[in-house]
């Protein structure tokens, strides 16, 4: 073969690499150095025996239980509803559909405040009205414990398993269940045997999704844990590093937790992949089809009471009392008219420079990393799906780090390259919280735009390039306009959860730099209740706008097209 | 003007070969049809000819301008093409008369002459009336058509088509093949035309190319001439449904099975080797007296013709006759019934041939 020249399609790999390489591996790779390199040399041995200390050890043990707890309860959840929603006659099917997904929009860490708020072992608002109401002498609750994380994390992940195993469950080919039936076998065996095990694939990917974000989760935990000295592995790296000043040793705990991180993260995506391909698409067709439906009779109208339950006890009673309690004029008194007042509101929106200033750099840090990272995971996935180069390995392999790498590691992960180690000192700037923002949220818009521009078949393009357009040309004229929806998506899947962020910007923060996240953080950790209930009401407002916002678009681009 | 010429030219994917010292012309003006099976290489010479590939080795001129090799390559836009590719690739961001005024977007056409050459297109196409829509609110021979008006618009010299009737149903299919025998007369672009479709190529070429599936060239020739006078077995097999019996020759005199045959069979007869003749299902009838002894196997009726599969000398043959025949004859025969086989043409192949291929 003829030597190629190095052109376009080469420069653009090779920017892609060069990107991928700056954001996401190097701060990978000084994980790693920084917990397993002691001046210069490897030592595994030193970097295990910082695990054995006895705090690093509960943490470990902590997030096993976490995490597993999380996922157990979420799963049993998750696959119960989406049953319920699209296996039976329960009333209002679609409604309860769309309710169940509520909580994925909401940021759990602000759940986790309304439930401090609300079950707090002495202060929680129910606790003590059991207490007053039953002349108890101890709290009946305690949120602020192991079962309590498990509970508060599971209210925002089951949705994880609801829609996979929801989504499977109506594109099953109902032939399946009917030949079982036709063959004589009863509804239970028809589950155990035919339904669950097509199902499996499905509850086992949302399981482990959960898994995942319980694992690197921050908010809960912290908000829920910390006070009571309970850490999980996020948490503890950001004692490590916040806490103890960042010496040396604290800084080699945290890379050697987020090693341990990563690697989980990793094995649990592998997993996933392996579970994913393992065949389901055989039997689960792409298209909706018309499910088995079961009578539920008597049980119809209990089902729906339990679910509607559910749904006031996990989204409505913890949002209404951010909403309450942020209207108080002092945390404590009780929900009366006379003690509530608009001006917390008007304070925090217009006066008080800390949460001014934190409502403002949420905005334009998620905003315009949303865009960098769009455009960017637009050209990388342009060169992975549409180029037929050599060393398009390299890239492959780069472009799944960002889906492994939990938002703890990424901030660890600047904070290493990013003060001024390598010339460039961007810590307590907003700078160095884009650049996580773009690592942390790569694999988002890789997903969509590759997604999208695998829909756009190669016979497109080369039809613009055969009418005389220019690749350029073929590219704006083609590629672009058929992919807008993709990058759109892609847009709005990294603003949004990027405007409610806590995790990365919580190790990552300065002076100024607060996101809205950090503010409701470090309000709620200062004792300022009321202002933290007021500014996450402020949040949840802004999140559900963005979330109408979405729809309209996204619509509008449907009925368009 | 718009001959196309395929000199030495050779392509691979890896370790894979797909293309080896082809070498074909088509002529100005004239419909030539690449047709082999599938995974051939033949969508492969299209595209080294679209300039969407680069070959390995080997020169393409495209109306006398080297536009492939000796260290050139022309890219696609600059080869004054028509593409019409297998799953149409019309833009869906698109109206009907937005795709198909796009090639004379790189035309210095002012805005009137552009809007009347898009309308004459469609017109001939028979889409006149559906300018406005968008590709999803057509059927798929619609969507075809939208290719085909784009492809000729801009009067390219040399029109590729990539399998463009193999996603359509049948009789569209049929409809569709006049379409682009009519659209190439008006237009009088030179065609080369890509299919595993032995009728498309059969009714609609002037001369016709057949590739093995090592993408190899057999044979190029008319219609009349693949068909009539194949060049080989593979390429005798390709074209139809084909059976064999085993032929012995003592002298000119031929044999089956023993029975001497009424006629000569054609093609060459090499010394030694072990022959077999080869015929079509309408090269044969069932005869009531005389023929070669064989058993009737199966009898199907289609309709106008009866189809039979009959056994003679150990070898399963198809044969076809018109039913009308068939019953003013002897009468549809009884499966496992003994019949007579006498044949009206035989070719003959070498026996090794015929095991060997596939």
Known sequence: MRPRRFGTAELLLLLSILILVVVVAIPILLIFWNAFVVEGKPDFLRALALLKEPDTLEALKNSLVIAGGTTVLSTIIGVFFAWLVSRTDLPYKGTMKVLFLVPFMLPSFIGALAWKILLSPRGGHINRLLMDLFHLEDPVFNIMSLGGIIAVETMYLFPFVFIQVSGALERMDPTLEEAARISGAGLFTITRRITLPLMMPSILAGALLVALYSLAHFGVPAILGTERNIFIIPTKIYEKIYASGGNFEAIRTGTMLSSILVLSAAAILYIQSLVLSSGRFQVISGKSMRPMVLKLRGLKWPLLILSVVYIALTVVLPTVTIFLVGTLKTYGLAFKLENMTFDNFTYILFKWELTRDAIWNSFYLSLSAAAVTMLIGTLISYVLVKTKIRGKFLLEFLGVLPFSVPGTVIALGVILMWSGRFGVNLYNTAWIIFVAYIARYMAFALKSTSAALEQVHDSLEEAARACGASKWQAMKDVVLPLIKPGMVAAFFLIFLPALRELTTSVLLYGPHTRTIGVAIYTLNEDGETVYAAALAAIALVIIVLGQLLIKRVTRAKIESA | ?358
């Not at chain 2, 035309?107 to 009336?129: C, F, K």
């Not at chain 2, 194949?230 to 003592?250: I, K, N, Q, Y």
Request: net charge negative; proline share 6%; with cysteine.
């Open chain 2, 1 to 358: 003007m718009g001959r196309v010429s395929v000199e030495g030219v050779a392509k691979a994917y890896g370790p894979k070969r797909v293309l080896q010292d082809l070498s074909l012309a088509v002529e100005d003006g004239e419909c030539f049809t690449l047709l082999g099976p599938s995974g051939c290489g033949k969508t492969v010479l299209l595209r080294l000819v679209a300039g969407f590939e680069t070959p390995d080795a080997g020169e393409i001129t495209i109306g006398g301008r080297l536009v492939s090799g000796r260290g050139t390559n022309v890219p696609p836009e600059a080869r004054n093409l028509g593409v019409v590719f297998q799953d149409y690739a019309v833009w869906p961001h698109l109206t009907v008369r937005a795709n198909t005024a796009y090639p004379l977007k790189f035309r210095a056409d002012d805005a009137p002459q552009r809007a009347a050459a898009v309308q004459g297109v469609l017109d001939q196409v028979g889409l006149g009336a559906l300018g406005e829509r968008y590709p999803s609110q057509l059927s798929g021979g619609q969507q075809q058509r939208v290719a085909l008006a784009r492809a000729l618009v801009a009067h390219p010299e040399v029109l590729l088509l990539d399998e463009p009737l193999s996603n359509l149903d049948a009789n569209l299919r049929e409809e569709m093949r006049f379409e682009i025998k009519d659209l190439q007369r008006q237009h009088g672009a030179t065609i080369l035309y890509v299919t595993h479709d032995q009728e498309v190529a059969l009714a609609l070429s002037d001369r016709i190319g057949i590739l093995d599936p090592a993408g190899r060239l057999r044979q190029v020739g008319t219609p009349r001439e693949v068909f009539d006078q194949p060049a080989d077995l593979e390429v005798f097999r390709f074209l139809g449904v084909t059976s064999f019996v085993d032929l012995a020759f003592d002298g000119d005199q031929a044999r089956i099975a023993g029975t001497p045959l009424d006629l000569r069979p054609e093609g060459p007869r090499p010394s030694s080797g072990a022959l077999v003749g080869g015929f079509r299902p309408m090269e044969a009838e069932l005869v009531s007296e005389g023929g070669v002894p064989g058993t009737v196997k199966r009898v199907a009726l289609l309709g106008a013709v009866v189809d039979f599969r009959v056994e003679v000398g150990g070898r399963e043959l198809r044969i076809q006759q018109e039913t009308s025949e068939v019953m003013r004859g002897l009468g549809l025969p009884v499966e496992g019934q003994p019949c007579g086989v006498r044949f009206h043409r035989l070719r003959t192949f070498a026996a090794a041939a015929l095991s060997g291929g596939a």
